[in-house]
């Protein structure tokens, strides 16, 4: 079973939320090329951190400490690919999410 309640507490923040929304269709919000992981490197794709961060208009460490949680909780994963790391959503999660939601609320 999920902890639902460090999902909730990541969901609770408008800045992770729209982080989340983006990584939801990344070629919609991240419009330079070199934002998001070519599809051709990896078929699962990803967002670079360093873009994820101009966005979100942070700092380095409070997004990355953002990411972190998120991942924690289990709402995206990463890959490094040499000195950067990608991150997108686990989609089976967000799923999850929201049956439960629909289930259990």
């Known amino acids: 079973m999920k902890n639902y309640i460090d999902i909730f507490k990541v969901l609770a923040n408008q800045t992770r939320l729209d982080m989340l929304m983006w990584l939801k269709e990344p070629e919609k919000h991240f419009d330079k090329p070199t934002a998001h992981l070519s599809k051709n490197i990896n078929e699962k794709g990803g967002v670079c ?14 997004v990355s400490h953002y990411l972190a949680m998120m991942q924690h909780a289990g709402l995206l994963e990463s890959e490094r690919h040499g000195k ?22």
């Open 49 to 62: 951190v360093g873009d994820i961060q101009e966005k979100a208009a942070l700092s380095q460490s409070t």
């Open 84 to 105: 950067w790391t990608y991150y997108r959503r686990r989609e089976e999660t967000v799923k999850e999410v929201a049956e439960f939601i629909k289930r259990e609320l």
